[in-house]
């Protein structure tokens, strides 16, 4: 069994690895004279633009960005006068847009899609005190600062993306959907057609000049949209031939499907290329899912229970008709964690040690879901075996000496 060539986003996002190990910064720079772009940099070249729009009826900013950059955030939010925060909109729930609701959010209305909410709320690793607490189901209006600022539920890289749009300066803040010459990035929740529909609609929406503002790289605009859709169009068709054809993802990506198309290679992000968009078809498409071992394994714990999805998955473990993630099966078993489901995540997971028994981030995996149950004495023995195969696991040392103090 082959493990997959590239490392997927996951939950939170996973960051690439060539750029300064610690180095944290943040730019301001102005759009309108009452508008600006916070461009916040984390190590491992992960970026997040912030937007922040101010006016006397006080301060709206578009997502909020990570922990880690938010003393420095609010730092720039002073120097330009945006003190007074009113609103919040999160256009996503992943970490980098959300992670900042708690500190700026005190006395703020942070608005999302009701799906953002609800997967945050689900989510053990983010803190309640930023959840969104305005909601909207298809679109919502605001009258803001002498702006029409509307917002309007998009989905496809998650399944609770929305958009803003301010209508008198005609500018579009797309959050994660769409990206300068680069593949889109579509989480597990997420949708590679939802996406396509988003986009098209956007382009009947909005005039062809229009600014979109993105959370990540460098504006485009709505003209930019026709290529991306061929695009993503026209990749995903060469993929899902090649699944149907009965080729594995591990083959598909050592046989470079998509060399034609590097050109799309992301210049802000190093993981989002060929070989992960080749990933995301495979792991999104309901022709992928077919093939997927851990979507599978979803389906047999769901319909039958866990004693029984044991037994039926043992039956198709090397079978080549199935291809084998172990970031897959660790997404599946933290999808179930966060769901306060142990017992379904314990399964996963020591399946997944099983698989990949010399793996320090299956045993990390492991010991994290024991500590959860509430059972230390494994929980230590699954962490103490992700440090045998990674002495450096500094999570692994942290959580036992955590459970050792505590008892």
Same mark, same amino acid.
């Given at each position: 069994?082959?493990?997959?060539?590239?490392?997927?986003?996951?939950l939170?996002?996973?960051?690439?690895?060539?750029? %300064? #190990?610690?180095?944290?910064?943040? #730019?301001?720079?102005?759009?309108?004279?009452?508008?600006?772009?916070?461009?916040?940099?984390?190590? =491992?070249?992960?970026?997040?633009?912030?937007? /922040?729009?101010? *006016?006397?009826?006080?301060?709206?900013?578009?997502?909020?960005?990570?922990?880690?950059?938010?003393?420095?955030?609010?730092?720039?939010?002073?120097?330009?006068?945006?003190?007074?925060?009113?609103?919040?909109?999160?256009?996503?729930?992943?970490?980098?847009?959300? %992670?900042?609701?708690?500190?700026?959010?005190?006395?703020?209305?942070?608005? =999302?899609?009701?799906?953002?909410?609800?997967?945050l709320?689900?989510?053990?690793?983010?803190?309640?005190?930023?959840?969104?607490?305005?909601?909207?189901? +298809?679109?919502?209006t605001?009258?803001?600062?002498?702006?029409?600022?509307?917002?309007?539920? /998009?989905?496809?890289?998650?399944?609770?993306?929305?958009? &803003?749009?301010?209508?008198?300066?005609?500018?579009?803040?797309?959050?994660?959907?769409?990206?300068? !010459?680069?593949?889109?990035?579509v989480?597990?929740?997420?949708?590679? +057609?939802?996406?396509?529909?988003?986009?098209?609609?956007?382009?009947?929406?909005?005039? &062809?000049?229009?600014?979109?503002?993105?959370?990540? *790289?460098?504006?485009t605009?709505?003209?930019?949209?026709?290529?991306?859709?061929?695009?993503?169009?026209?990749?995903? #068709?060469?993929?899902?031939? &090649?699944?149907?054809?009965?080729?594995?993802?591990?083959?598909?990506? $050592?046989?470079?499907?998509l060399?034609?198309?590097?050109?799309?290679? =992301?210049?802000?992000?190093?993981?989002?290329?060929?070989?992960?968009?080749?990933?995301?078809?495979?792991?999104?498409?309901?022709e992928?899912?077919?093939?997927? &071992?851990?979507?599978?394994?979803?389906?047999?714990?769901?319909n039958?229970?866990c004693?029984? /999805?044991?037994?039926?998955?043992?039956?198709?473990?090397? +079978?080549?008709?199935?291809?084998?993630?172990?970031? +897959?099966?660790?997404?599946?078993?933290?999808?179930?964690l966060f769901?306060?489901?142990?017992?379904?995540?314990?399964?996963?997971?020591i399946?997944?040690?099983?698989?990949?028994?010399?793996?320090?981030?299956?045993?990390?995996?492991l010991?994290?879901?024991?500590?959860?149950?509430?059972?230390? $004495?494994? /929980?230590?023995?699954?962490?103490?075996?992700?440090?045998?195969?990674?002495?450096? !696991?500094?999570?692994?040392?942290?959580?036992?000496?955590?459970?050792?103090?505590?008892?």
């Amino acid at each position: 069994m082959k493990k997959s060539l590239t490392i997927i986003m996951l939950l939170f996002l996973a960051t690439s690895s060539y750029a %300064q #190990e610690n180095e944290i910064r943040v #730019e301001t720079k102005k759009i309108r004279d009452n508008i600006y772009e916070i461009y916040t940099y984390l190590h =491992s070249n992960l970026s997040v633009n912030i937007y /922040a729009f101010i *006016g006397e009826e006080g301060t709206l900013l578009i997502d909020s960005g990570l922990e880690q950059t938010i003393d420095l955030v609010q730092k720039e939010l002073q120097k330009i006068g945006a003190n007074n925060i009113k609103y919040i909109i999160n256009t996503h729930d992943d970490g980098d847009h959300t %992670q900042g609701n708690r500190v700026l959010g005190p006395g703020a209305t942070i608005i =999302s899609h009701n799906n953002c909410r609800e997967r945050l709320k689900n989510n053990p690793r983010f803190n309640e005190g930023g959840l969104p607490n305005l909601t909207f189901e +298809d679109s919502l209006t605001l009258y803001f600062n002498n702006e029409e600022i509307i917002l309007r539920y /998009a989905p496809g890289h998650t399944n609770n993306d929305i958009y &803003a749009e301010f209508k008198n300066v005609k500018l579009l803040f797309m959050g994660d959907m769409a990206f300068e !010459n680069s593949f889109p990035i579509v989480h597990l929740h997420g949708s590679i +057609d939802n996406l396509l529909s988003s986009l098209k609609r956007i382009q009947e929406l909005h005039p &062809a000049s229009t600014k979109m503002m993105v959370s990540h *790289g460098n504006p485009t605009k709505v003209s930019e949209l026709q290529k991306y859709v061929e695009m993503i169009e026209t990749t995903k #068709e060469i993929v899902l031939t &090649a699944i149907k054809n009965n080729i594995g993802l591990d083959e598909a990506v $050592e046989s470079k499907l998509l060399k034609d198309y590097n050109f799309w290679n =992301s210049t802000v992000f190093q993981t989002v290329n060929t070989d992960r968009w080749i990933e995301t078809i495979y792991k999104t498409t309901e022709e992928g899912k077919a093939r997927s &071992a851990s979507f599978i394994l979803n389906e047999m714990i769901d319909n039958q229970g866990c004693e029984k /999805a044991r037994e039926l998955f043992n039956n198709i473990i090397g +079978d080549k008709k199935y291809y084998f993630v172990e970031e +897959d099966f660790n997404a599946l078993g933290y999808g179930y964690l966060f769901n306060r489901k142990n017992r379904e995540a314990l399964l996963v997971f020591i399946i997944n040690t099983i698989m990949y028994p010399e793996s320090s981030n299956a045993y990390d995996s492991l010991g994290e879901a024991y500590m959860t149950a509430g059972n230390d $004495e494994l /929980a230590i023995k699954n962490y103490e075996l992700s440090l045998k195969f990674n002495p450096e !696991n500094t999570n692994a040392e942290k959580m036992i000496k955590e459970i050792k103090l505590k008892r």
